[in-house]
C-alpha cells in the first residue's frame, strides 16, 4: 500500500520555514505534519511563541498564518528517520533550494541535526545558526521533535525553538 504524500504548507511571506526529515508513517496516514504520538513540535511551537494556543496535526494547513510553513526534506514516509539513504536526503536539499528561492521565508529552521549533517554534506554542523544558506537564506538547525529523540527535554524545544523565532523576527 503507497501513502499519499503530504503536502508542502506555505509560500511568499513566511517567517520561518520548518523542514521536517521525513513524514512518519502515521502522519502519511492521516495527511498532516507531526502527527505520530509523542511528537512534541505542536508543543514545542506554541511553548516557542510561533502560535497563539496549541495547535493539532490537523489544523496544520493553517500555520502559514502565523508566518509558518512546513517541507520535508523526503516526501516518503517511514517508521523511523534512519531508514532514509544519503542520496535521499541529498535529492531532498536540492529540492529544498528550489522551494526557498520561491518563497524567500526569513529563516528556514531544519529539525533534525543528523538529518541536516547528512543532507548537507556538512558532516560537523551543528545546532543553531549555519554558515551554510539554502536559498539565499539563512538557516537554523534545531533538534528534532519526535518522541524518539531523547536527548531533549520540554523546556530545551522551547528555549532553542524561541530562539529561531527571535532571530527570524529580527530579519523583519
Do not use: C
Not at 56 to 74: Q, R
Not at 122 to 144: F, K, S
Not at 146 to 164: C, I, Q, T, V, W
Amino acid at each position: 500500500m503507497t501513502l499519499p504524500r503530504l503536502r508542502d504548507i506555505g509560500g511568499p511571506g513566511l517567517s520561518v520555514l520548518f523542514v521536517g526529515i521525513n513524514p512518519s508513517l502515521r502522519s502519511a496516514e492521516v495527511g498532516h505534519n507531526f502527527a505520530r504520538p509523542g511528537n512534541r513540535f505542536w508543543p514545542t511551537l506554541y511553548a516557542a511563541g510561533f502560535t497563539p494556543r496549541l495547535m493539532a496535526p490537523h489544523e496544520d494547513g493553517t500555520l502559514p498564518s502565523f508566518g509558518i510553513g512546513i517541507v520535508n526534506f523526503v516526501s516518503r514516509p517511514t517508521r523511523a528517520a534512519s531508514e532514509l539513504t544519503v542520496d535521499e536526503l541529498r535529492a531532498g536539499a536540492a529540492r529544498l533550494e528550489d522551494t526557498v528561492d520561491a518563497w524567500a521565508p526569513r529563516l528556514v529552521a531544519v529539525v533534525g541535526v543528523v538529518a541536516y549533517r547528512a543532507a548537507s554534506a556538512r558532516p560537523q554542523a551543528g545546532m543553531g545558526l549555519q554558515e551554510q544558506l539554502v536559498g539565499g537564506r539563512p538557516v537554523w538547525v534545531l533538534p528534532n521533535p519526535s518522541g524518539l529523540n531523547a536527548h531533549y527535554k520540554p523546556a530545551d524545544f522551547a528555549r532553542m525553538y524561541a530562539e529561531a523565532r527571535t532571530y527570524a523576527a529580527s530579519l523583519a
